[in-house]
């Protein structure tokens, strides 16, 4: 039999919370878009980032793919600084 250990790491042993937060909101600046609240942001932590999106921007639904790359490239920038 194979022994496995396995760390929940997010949120337990780091907190990316910041990053996450950070990149939303750089990601809706670089659209063009007005920020949210980043505890209504919170609120959908755990959503597949397009579906995040489209909740918070039900009416720009056809920016979610372009808002995913945005988000990806910047929290790539800062998630080891902030987490």
Do not use: H, W
């Not at 980043?38 to 009416?59: A, C, S, V």
């Amino acid at each position: 039999m194979n022994k496995t250990i396995l760390f929940d790491l997010d949120g337990t042993l780091i907190d990316s919370t910041d990053a996450i937060l950070n990149s939303f909101q750089g990601a809706f600046k670089a659209l063009g878009l007005t920020s949210k609240n980043n505890e209504e942001i919170k609120n959908l932590i755990g959503y597949p980032l397009e579906q995040m999106f489209r909740m918070l921007y039900p009416d720009k639904v056809n920016l979610s793919k372009e808002f995913v790359l945005a988000y990806r490239e910047i929290y790539a920038q800062i998630y080891l600084e902030q987490t």
